[in-house]
């Protein structure tokens, strides 16, 4: 089935650390987002790319990094320089970005800083 | 910058109307979009208005107009899983408002 795979689902990190999520879709989507959401907060944009080897950064992007070397896949680096990094990351897709206003998501990854 | 504006909460009684507004301020805008998210889950797409007028997909229902920077979110016949958070969204990197908790009473 087409859709958007997250991982890890959950995942846990000392501080200092660099941790990268996956995010891979075989929807052949162009476009693709990543989002922060911190409880009972709305969805803030990382990063977005909407080809290939080209990405652009959202509102929140320092501490962060990503590639799009593939179509398919999209990761996220949340690096030590991310001073709050406890959330859940959404990803997703959309086959015309701004254009059709439709998001795929992910089923997300939950990191929990230690 | 870019900014939406929606309520925090509203409560609504099962099989009522409940209307959720959202008020925008954008620049290179392209249209609102409404998604739903249940606790835990993922956000889900509803509806999206590019142009000003109404979109009607089942009990759902989804308002614009451009020239007020304004649009809403029209839910009908409401049901006990229709409590959820909504988000409004304005397509030009896809920002998203802070979303409405709707809580539904039996």
């Known amino acids: 089935d087409g859709g958007i795979t997250q991982s890890p689902k959950y995942l846990f990190r000392k501080e200092g650390q660099n941790v990268t999520l996956s995010c891979e879709q075989n929807?052949?989507?162009?476009?693709m987002y990543w989002y922060r959401q911190d409880p009972g907060q709305g969805l803030r944009l990382i990063y977005y790319?909407?080809?290939?080897?080209?990405?652009q950064k959202g509102d929140i992007a320092e501490g962060y990094s990503v590639s799009r070397e593939k179509k398919e896949s999209f990761p996220l680096t949340v690096t030590s320089a991310q001073k709050n990094p406890t959330a859940f990351y959404l990803c997703?897709?959309?086959?015309?970005?701004?254009?059709?206003?439709?998001?795929?998501f992910g089923e997300g990854s939950r990191l929990t800083v230690l | 910058g870019q900014s939406l504006e929606q309520p925090s909460e509203v409560t609504a009684v099962e099989g009522a109307i409940v209307q959720i507004n959202c008020t925008y301020q954008?620049?290179?805008?392209?249209?609102l979009s409404w998604y739903q998210q249940h606790d835990g889950g993922a956000p889900t797409f509803l509806s999206y208005?590019?142009?000003?007028g109404l979109e009607e997909t089942g009990r759902f229902s989804s308002f614009l107009s451009r020239s007020d920077s304004y649009g809403y979110l029209l839910l009908q016949e409401l049901q006990m899983k229709d409590s959820a958070s909504y988000f409004c969204?304005?397509?030009?990197?896809?920002?998203f408002g802070k979303g409405t908790r709707l809580h539904i009473l039996p």
């Open positions: 929807l052949n989507h162009d476009a």
């Open positions: 997703a897709s959309s086959p015309g970005g701004a254009i059709t206003g439709e998001l795929f």
């Open positions: 790319s909407q080809i290939v080897n080209d990405f």
């Open positions: 969204a304005v397509n030009d990197k896809i920002i």
């Open positions: 208005n590019g142009l000003d």
């Open positions: 954008t620049s290179g805008f392209y249209g």
